[in-house]
């Protein structure tokens, strides 16, 4: 079946570093691929999308890279601050546009 | 902010019961969709309407129904409630934009099964 794993154990840095988030995927050839924030309580909030013929790319300080063969993408967030402190989660998309596959997200916590 | 809201914020229920959540979302949304989100997991997909129409759902049983309405809002029943049905509800309506589809969240409805 279909399964999206990312980081289940939260990822903690120091305010100034990059911070990089895994999301792999098994049994899927998504059409593309998606990150979204999400704060206690709140709904996601849509970040960036890759499509599956692009490999990078890039909004202010954030980067998701996505590799197709490796069925990986890395979502990077540089010159980290507290407030980037949030559950960051990947969603994987085909084509017609619905039934998105979330995965469990990866909490980050960036200390001052 | 996204547009899109949610009522009620929380809700507490009993087993057996039904439950209705609502979801408005911006003008020009035609496409909205349901997802439910348990603790420490992420949104698992419902179902999605597009033009007051059902057009996708997921691994959820007949119990979970839903409706679109012209206004751009739309309905999620849960029929005979269970303990598991506790989880956060979420709708989300999408626009596409150029040559991107963006899905806008709306904050949730906390639903309680006791």
Same mark, same amino acid.
């Given at each position: ?112 | ?22 979801? #408005? =979302?911006?003008?020009?949304? *035609? ?6 989100? +348990? %603790? ?5 997909? /419902? ?25 751009? #809002? =739309?309905?999620?029943?849960? *029929? ?6 506790? +989880? %956060? ?5 999408? /626009? ?19």
């Amino acid at each position: 079946s279909q399964k999206i794993e990312q980081n289940s154990e939260a990822l903690n840095i120091q305010e100034g570093k990059t911070a990089t988030l895994t999301c792999n995927y098994t049994n899927y050839s998504p059409a593309y691929l998606q990150w979204y924030r999400q704060d206690p309580g709140r709904g996601p909030v849509f970040l960036l999308l890759i499509r599956e013929n692009e490999k990078e790319k890039r909004k202010e300080r954030l980067k998701v890279t996505f590799d197709t063969t490796l069925k990986q993408s890395l979502f990077h967030i540089t010159a980290s601050q507290p407030a980037d402190s949030a559950t960051y989660l990947c969603a994987l998309e085909g084509t017609g546009g619905f039934k998105t596959i979330f995965g469990a997200g990866t909490r980050l916590f960036v200390k001052a | 902010e996204t547009g899109v809201t949610q009522s009620p914020t929380h809700l507490i229920k009993t087993r057996g019961q039904q439950v209705t959540l609502r979801c #408005s =979302s911006q003008s020009g949304h *035609n496409t909205v969709s349901w997802y439910q989100q +348990a %603790l420490g997991q992420g949104p698992q997909f /419902i179902f999605q309407y597009y033009r007051e129409e059902e057009n996708g759902r997921g691994n959820f049983p007949p119990r979970f129904s839903g409706l679109q309405f012209p206004n751009y #809002s =739309s309905e999620l029943n849960v *029929n005979a409630l269970e303990l598991d049905d506790s +989880a %956060l509800y979420l709708c989300a309506s999408r /626009i596409t934009e150029g040559l991107q589809e963006t899905q806008y969240f709306g904050p949730g409805t906390r639903l309680l099964v006791l």
